[in-house]
């Protein structure tokens, strides 16, 4: 089956940054959009960043212009470079994907396990 495995989080200062990644594995035909979304204490998981497959991207207003999501179609993978990160994004990090397992098929989502982003004021 599909698996989808982050990293990069971790603990940062106001301020600080992080680059959080995601891969892709298993049997994959294709990738069509890919995302990030994060649930902080107490709250909904929630949308951060999209990125369809030939690049359009779409950003939550909380982080736009201070988050940048790319991938790579070649390695399957999906990355977030978090800049001038707030206390308000601590939160576990998700990564999505939308994909297809054989030319045949339609997609469906994955979702990785997550990871925990904390900043600190």
């Known amino acids: 089956q599909v698996q989808l495995v982050e990293s990069g989080g971790g603990f940062v200062q106001a301020g600080g940054s992080l680059r959080l990644s995601c891969t892709a594995s298993?049997?994959?035909?294709?990738?069509?959009?890919m995302a990030w979304y994060r649930q902080g204490p107490g709250k909904e998981r929630e949308m951060v960043a999209q990125i369809q497959r030939l690049g359009m991207t779409t950003y939550a207003d909380s982080v736009k212009g201070r988050f940048t999501i790319f991938r790579d179609n070649a390695k399957n993978t999906v990355a977030l470079q978090m800049n001038s990160l707030k206390p308000e994004d601590t939160a576990v990090y998700y990564c999505n994907g939308n994909i297809r397992t054989s030319q045949f098929s339609l997609p469906k989502g994955y979702w990785g396990q997550g990871t925990q982003v904390t900043v600190s004021s």
């Open positions: 298993g049997i994959i035909s294709s990738i069509d959009v």
